[in-house]
């Protein structure tokens, strides 16, 4: 069940939301939308434009805004005792509303485990469902699909001098950021058993998957998959071929027999390694013997767009207008995952464990930083600004069906490869 309501006019840039009753039956989250326009201010200088929502007895929660877009949506958790709390009140500083906002809830998704997570590169479940993970450590496993080697130049070495070749350099990144897949879910408690590594070649997951191109890895699979627990097929092949990921895959969902998969979000997350695992989990289900009830997607890059504002502000809510694609109609419903004080401090910790995001900043750089972003960083100030939008008050999801998330896929796959 879900409704829409507009606000009544408070005045002063101040609206109300009186919520029925038949909402407090739903305990999941709200989504406002807003139409307005950033009034004439230097937010470099004064901040983000923000908008702020209190309610019954609730601390007042603050969200950032992006000052250049028009329409924008943030999510609220629904609190439990909604009916008892009877208003939200909403106000805007920064901001001229042009047009009535509106709001609509949404009801939790009933999920259950087992969980499996699909992790383009390592640090990719930790950005987007560090909190949830951990919350769900009993019955989660991860399998990332890449090293994440691709080293861009010779000065983005994690030592600088330490390799003298480009080539030793990518493999010395591959050996990092491998270790990081077992360790890191460690600190949530997560046994190595739990974590799974495929091989493949960073950056070329669209052209291996979608295109069906073959790769040869510059790291040996057999390599690469050298702390796995689990024999995957085809450890042995000096050129991956689709199919080789795809059997991995497949022997990993009929074993594991999760209940719910989360995966990168093909409809907001336009990063070529991303669609790519998500493409690779619908054809791996699609010849799977077990298809999981939910699929959770999640997004960690946005086109033209950063998630505003510093961090432990609730997760943000991208706009309808930055969408790539449209494979599942309406079916996803977005969904929040809460996370107490406690855990944003330990997802930040997981963040930091990771060799691509522990990188810091001189104070030249910080201040560039600031100036570009529009605010200045809650902590972690040195830190990469994945800091500021993934340490969150609460995670953000989409869930649907695994039958529609697969049928959606197949349809835009077969439709890329029909003749033109």
């Keep these: 069940m879900s409704g829409v309501i507009e606000a009544t006019s408070l005045g002063s840039d101040r609206y109300g939301f009186s919520l029925p009753a038949r909402a407090a039956d739903v305990a999941g989250m709200i989504e406002i939308e807003l139409t307005l326009k950033a009034r004439r201010w230097s937010w470099a200088r004064r901040g983000l434009p923000r908008v702020t929502i209190s309610g019954g007895e609730r601390s007042p929660e603050v969200f950032s805004l992006e000052p250049e877009r028009d329409r924008q949506r943030i999510a609220y958790p629904l609190p439990e005792d909604v009916a008892a709390e009877g208003e939200l009140q909403l106000s805007v500083e920064g901001a001229r509303l042009v047009e009535t906002p509106r709001l609509r809830w949404h009801p939790r998704p009933a999920l259950t485990g087992p969980y499996l997570i699909l992790a383009p590169h390592p640090d990719d479940a930790e950005l987007a469902a560090g909190g949830f993970y951990t919350d769900q450590a009993e019955t989660m496993h991860i399998v990332t ?40 879910p460690l600190l949530s408690g997560l046994s190595p058993e739990r974590s799974t590594l495929i091989g493949v070649p960073d950056g070329q997951g669209w052209s291996l998957i979608h295109d069906g191109t073959p790769q040869t890895p510059a790291w040996p699979v057999r390599e690469t998959r050298a702390f796995n627990r689990v024999e995957l097929p085809f450890s042995e092949t000096d050129v991956l071929e689709r199919e080789h990921v795809l059997a991995a895959l497949r022997q990993l969902i009929d074993t594991l027999r999760p209940e719910t998969v989360l995966v990168t979000d093909p ?81 930040a910790l997981l963040l930091d464990s990771m060799s691509d995001l522990s990188s810091r900043a001189n104070r030249r750089q910080q201040r560039q930083r600031v100036k570009r972003a529009g605010f200045r960083p809650t902590f972690a100030a040195e830190r990469d600004p994945y800091f500021q939008s993934a340490v969150r008050s609460t995670e953000f999801f989409r869930v649907l069906p695994g039958e529609v998330f697969v049928k959606g896929w197949l349809q835009r796959f077969e439709a890329d490869e029909s003749p033109r």
């Design 145 to 184: 699909l890449s090293c994440g080697e691709k080293l861009k130049s010779m000065d983005r070495q994690y030592l600088s001098g330490l390799d003298q070749t480009q080539a030793d350099a990518s493999r010395r990144k591959a050996e990092w950021r491998r270790w990081n897949v077992y360790a890191t």
């Design 267 to 347: 409809e907001f997350d336009p990063h070529g390694d991303h669609r790519a695992t998500s493409l690779a989990l619908a054809l791996a289900l699609s010849e799977s013997a077990h298809r999981p009830a939910n699929v959770m997607l999640y997004a960690n890059h946005y086109r033209h767009a950063y998630p505003p504002g510093p961090a432990f502000q609730p997760a943000w809510m991208p706009p309808k207008s930055i969408a790539i694609d449209s494979l599942f109609d309406d079916a996803p419903v977005p969904m929040l995952w809460p996370l107490a004080p406690a855990m944003q401090k330990h997802k």
